[in-house]
């Protein structure tokens, strides 16, 4: 079955980096826009990122504008989230996943904790 | 507080019918943006329903609002269910804050 797998989770400090990772192994990866979405604990969905196809534009919630990047690479199909000067409230599952519109495919998610 | 709008919570008893509330604003739903629903079992990733399958789940709408509706419930149907829409003004998908279904 068609997955994708998201690592580069962990703990860390307020004010540090994170760099998550998301493989997409089994489909043609360079023809589909990729999401970040993340869910703090008890709490509903939250989209905070999108990258096109090509990596030409992205997204970004106000929330996380000016903090995270995201980026792919196409020859790994892989899409990243680097997040800078994380606070408190990042504190989440973080979810990639497959933007045709819907989001169709999801990976099991990579936890971040943010420690203040 | 999210952009589309749903009941915390909804419950029925195995076999009979429920449906969940999405309401959203001229700027997402009501401008002709498609709503999207997913089902979340805790502990797992948010899977999206796809429209009629099972043939118990339908969804509807109708201006700035849609639905689910879920017929024979389930036992297993118990989950957290999500609406999702665009916003064209913003280019940015936007989530209702998530609808727990209790199956009695």
């Known amino acids: 079955q068609v997955q994708l797998v998201e690592s580069g989770g962990g703990l860390v400090k307020a004010g540090g980096s994170l760099r998550l990772s998301c493989s997409a192994p089994?489909?043609?990866?360079?023809?589909?826009?990729m999401s970040w979405i993340r869910q703090a604990p008890g709490k509903g969905l939250e989209w905070i990122s999108y990258?096109?196809?090509?990596?030409?534009?992205?997204y970004y919630a106000d929330s996380v504008r000016g903090r995270f990047a995201i980026s792919r690479d196409n020859a790994k199909n892989s899409v990243y989230l680097q997040m800078d000067n994380l606070r408190s409230e990042d504190t989440a599952v973080y979810y990639c996943a497959r933007d045709r519109s819907a989001f169709d495919m999801w990976g099991q998610g990579t936890v971040v904790t943010v420690s203040s | 507080q999210s952009v589309l709008t749903q009941p915390p919570s909804v419950s029925g008893a195995p076999g009979q019918r429920v449906t969940i509330s999405c309401t959203g604003s001229d700027s997402n739903i009501g401008a002709g943006a498609d709503v999207h629903w997913y089902q979340q079992v805790p502990g797992t990733a948010p899977k999206l329903l796809r429209s009629g399958v099972p043939d118990r789940f339908s969804a509807s709408k109708s201006g700035t609002s849609a639905s689910l509706a879920i017929t024979g419930l389930q036992v297993e149907d118990e989950a957290e269910y999500y609406c999702q829409s665009y916003d064209p003004s913003l280019s940015v998908p936007v989530f209702g804050g998530g609808t727990k279904l209790t199956v009695l």
């Open positions: 089994g489909f043609t990866f360079n023809v589909y826009y």
């Open positions: 990258i096109s196809n090509s990596g030409k534009s992205t």
